[in-house]
């Protein structure tokens, strides 16, 4: 069975559950951030490592490691490609995202069992910026048609969908115009989710630290839709009704084009925290594991809809919908691991996040959203997170690189081939100074996805094929 992202289904699909799907909860429980430089260079190897601030994301303890107070900042450049495939017709969109990608402050001290470090900081750990653009000729199927079946199937009022509303539909929620019209729309999608972080660390032994560290979330989720159907070849001329009794009947409409804006805006917070412990031995090794608990969420969400509808005779109509709602989520435990060994200025690291997407939970919510959690529980996988990476000390220079292969499996039990992330990074470290560190880093990822255009069998499939590539640039300050 393949994955079927019916986006706009379930967008229009009820008044209260109008906008949330399972690409909302995987949008929650995933994160694509660099976090720091040095860290989007190892990737999840970095698990392996954890010896500075962007240990408050990855293993807590491993800030213990850390022996001198250390201020850091960074920027991050992210540029979206996405190729989609819509009715054999191939379309590329791309779009760019500049942003402050994290900073923080870490300060040691000494307690009698040895090192301690108490951290803050701030990063992005998701960037939901994109951009689909799509075209073809459909002559299956209509959302003209699909609106209207999905209005009579709930119940609606004839003055509560577009169908009837537009005159697209009469009254018995029966359009004629049902397949050959010309389809595009573009996709924008904005936002990012933002973490503020604070940890605390403890050497208990002089081979082992443990470590807490506790993050608010907050951010924002955009989508936005412009979508158009058209009667290129004039094959809806004839506008033919009856109104016996008062009731409109349509035979034939003369349509000329349909067009639909519909926007999504979510403002989220969550609360999280993570508990890790890290063994090492001398320089040479060192092994640590985390427990990241599930993010509780809050979201306010906001939909809405406006439609036009325009004839060859020179009528036309426009109508609109506003909808509010509120729900909490909570995503998944995720468990990781990381070992790291250090030999000749080279240090060979591995790591390892394991999540069950099963445990992702809509909570507060109505029967449609209980629903959707069955959903997610006969759907989704578990999801293996893997990465290697190595890091080189380059002797008689001032310069460290480093480097990451890392693969993510597909969110679905049964999903599309090439769902699989797969990501690859190079990165470097100037020496400024002894204590002055210029990080720079260039991650490349690609993954596939399916969705639907709205409700309807493979002639509404938009295939997409997103390549990613993330630039970071990081100043870190020991003193």
């Known amino acids: 069975m393949k994955k079927m992202i019916i986006v706009i289904w379930l967008l229009i699909s009820s008044e209260i559950a109008f906008g949330q799907n399972i690409e909302d909860a995987l949008r929650f429980s995933s994160s694509n951030g660099i976090i720091s430089a040095r860290a989007g260079g190892l990737g999840t190897s970095f698990h392996g490592i954890a010896d500075d601030y962007s240990a408050l994301a990855f293993n807590p303890a491993g800030l213990a490691l850390i022996d001198k107070g250390e201020f850091t900042f960074g920027f991050g450049f992210m540029h979206n490609s996405t190729e989609s495939k819509f009715l054999s017709i191939a379309k590329t969109e791309t779009k760019n995202d500049a942003y402050l990608s994290n900073f923080g402050l870490v300060a040691p001290f000494k307690t009698s069992f040895g090192n301690a470090s108490i951290a803050i900081g701030h990063y992005l750990s998701s960037d939901f910026d994109n951009a689909i653009n799509f075209a073809g000729y459909n002559p299956y199927s209509t959302y003209i048609d699909a609106l209207a079946k999905e209005a009579k199937a709930n119940g609606y009022a004839l003055n509560e969908n577009l169908a009837t509303n537009l005159w697209l539909a009469d009254d018995d929620y029966y359009t004629p115009v049902k397949n050959k019209l010309y389809q595009q729309a573009v996709i924008s999608e904005d936002g990012g989710l933002h973490n503020l972080s604070g940890g605390i660390a403890f050497e208990i032994s002089p081979f082992l630290s443990v470590g807490f560290s506790i993050t608010g979330k907050w951010g924002t989720y955009e ?46 917070s969550g609360v999280t925290g993570s508990v890790g412990i890290q063994g090492k031995i001398s320089n040479f090794m060192r092994v640590g594991f985390t427990i990241h608990f599930p993010t509780a969420y809050d979201i306010t969400e906001r939909f809405t809809q406006k439609g036009n509808s325009y004839f060859d005779n020179g009528d036309s109509y426009k109508d609109s919908y506003v909808f509010n709602n509120y729900y909490s989520f909570y995503s998944p435990w995720v468990y990781s691991g990381g070992l790291s060994v250090n030999f000749a200025n080279l240090t060979l690291t591995a790591g390892i996040e394991y999540s069950d997407l099963k445990q992702m939970e809509f909570t507060d919510a109505n029967l449609d959203l209980k629903n959707l959690n069955l959903d997610i529980n006969s759907l989704m996988n578990n999801r293996l ?21 890392n693969t993510m499996t597909a969110p ?9 992330l797969l990501s690859a990074s190079f990165g470097a470290g100037f020496y400024l100074a002894p204590n002055v560190r210029l990080d720079l880093l260039g991650r490349l990822s690609q993954f596939s996805n399916l969705w639907n255009i709205y409700p309807g069998d493979w002639e509404t499939e938009l295939l997409f094929k997103r390549s990613v590539l993330d630039f970071g640039l990081q100043l870190t300050y020991r003193y």
């Open 223 to 268: 989508y936005l839709r412009n979508y158009k159907e058209s009667d290129v070849d004039n094959n809806y001329n004839v506008y033919d009704f009856d109104s016996t009794g008062g009731k409109y009947r349509f035979y034939n409409l003369d349509f000329n084009e349909f067009t639909v804006d519909e926007f999504i805006k979510q403002d989220i």
């Open 385 to 405: 997170k893997m990465g290697i990476g190595l890091e080189y000390e380059v002797p008689f220079l001032p310069l460290s690189i480093r480097g990451s292969l």
């Open 412 to 420: 679905y039990k049964n999903d599309i081939d090439g769902a699989e």
